[in-house]
């Protein structure tokens, strides 16, 4: 069964530094998202992506986060300048024709 | 879009069919209901979606009432392995691109 990858699975990083995370989509899909998850707390959108554009964001997504999509099988969340309060899981899901698929997240841990 | 409640929490012994109701009392004519399963440190998975009355798959039954404002999730003979937290969402479904908005979910713990 195809799956969404996501990696690394685990990084951390110092306050202030510059992550990116990186997705590869299941091959046919069309649709790519993002979203975090705080430990403890509620799976949170950040962001959709479609035809190379961002469709819809979240009040999280801000001027610190973009996304990209860099050749036809990798997305990409980059961080600019990590906040404490930015460790989470992040999610990465491409959409299929009714569910969305979730990867196995990355846990960024910032110090 | 549709606000959700469901239960915290539910125990289940083994071997027992579990129900997991959710209300969705402003649910609108477009939308579609769609529960997803989540186990510690992994991402969400689909488990089914359903418009109305009863939706089966290999997994789980989805009942919808005619009013669809609220639905129930059922696992047949639950399994140590079942113990996750469900989440039941709202999802306009169709053409287009659509944020899933995740309430806390329910937690089921599956006892030996």
């Known amino acids: 069964e195809p799956e969404v990858t996501q990696t690394p699975s685990h990084q951390v990083t110092q306050m202030g530094q510059e992550v990116i995370l990186r997705c590869v989509p299941i091959?046919?899909?069309?649709?790519f998202y993002w979203y975090r998850q705080i430990l403890g707390q509620k799976v949170e959108f950040l962001v959709s992506?479609?035809?190379?554009?961002?469709?819809?964001k979240s009040e999280i997504f801000d001027d610190q986060f973009s996304v990209e999509r860099p050749d036809g099988s990798n997305f990409t969340l980059k961080i600019r300048s990590t906040k404490l309060e930015d460790s989470a899981m992040y999610f990465c899901?491409?959409?299929?024709?009714?569910?969305?698929?979730f990867g196995p997240g990355t846990r960024l841990t910032v110090t | 879009l549709a606000k959700t409640t469901q239960p915290i929490s539910m125990d289940s012994y083994e071997g027992q069919e579990v129900n997991i109701t959710c209300s969705h009392n402003?649910?609108?004519?477009?939308?579609?209901i769609t529960w997803y399963q989540q186990f510690p440190s992994q991402g969400p998975r689909f488990i089914i979606q359903?418009?109305?009355t009863k939706v089966t798959n290999e997994v789980a039954s989805l009942f919808i009432p005619a009013d669809r404002k609220s639905s129930t999730l059922s696992l047949p003979r639950v399994s140590l392995s079942d113990t996750a937290v469900y989440y039941c969402?709202?999802?306009?479904?169709?053409?287009?691109?659509?944020?899933?908005?995740f309430g806390k979910g329910t937690k089921l713990s599956v006892i030996p």
């Open positions: 899901a491409s959409r299929g024709m009714y569910e969305q698929y």
């Open positions: 091959s046919n899909h069309l649709y």
């Open positions: 992506f479609y035809n190379n554009e961002i469709s819809e």
């Open positions: 402003n649910i609108a004519t477009n939308d579609y």
């Open positions: 359903g418009y109305k």
């Open positions: 969402l709202v999802v306009l479904s169709g053409a287009g691109s659509y944020q899933l908005t």
